[in-house]
Nanobody
């Protein structure tokens, strides 16, 4: 019900836009969270958008470079990634929760990941 897309290979300093498209139900009443998992590392929360759509959260590592936004008409959440660094290389996942906890374990829906590779 969630499909992440938009990953690819980009040079350091470049930009990508990831999309998380929802199908089968509306996710207006869900917080949408982007996680990422680099090889050999644990999955980490990157950015999140509150149910209301007006509140956001960013990990310190991406603050000022990534922006999360929602298009309710398209039932899609975007992650705009600028000034990409090699350390941003990971598989990126979108997830949704109707609750207030944003841990990976608390997510109710997951999309398949999309790979982002940033070359130096």
């Amino acid at each position: 019900q969630l499909q992440a897309s938009g990953g690819g290979l980009v040079q350091a300093g470049g930009s990508l836009r990831l999309s998380c498209a929802a199908s089968g139900r509306r996710f207006n009443n869900y917080a949408i969270i982007w996680f990422r998992q680099a090889a050999g590392k644990e999955r980490e929360l990157v950015a999140g958008l509150l149910k209301s759509g007006v509140g956001t959260y960013y990990a310190d590592s991406v603050k000022g470079r990534f922006t999360i936004s929602r298009d309710n008409n398209r039932n899609t959440v975007y992650l705009h990634m600028n000034s990409l660094k090699p350390e941003d290389t990971a598989v990126y996942y979108c997830a949704a929760t109707s609750g207030i906890r944003w841990s990976a374990q608390a997510m109710e829906y997951w999309g398949k990941g999309t790979l982002v590779t940033v070359s130096s």
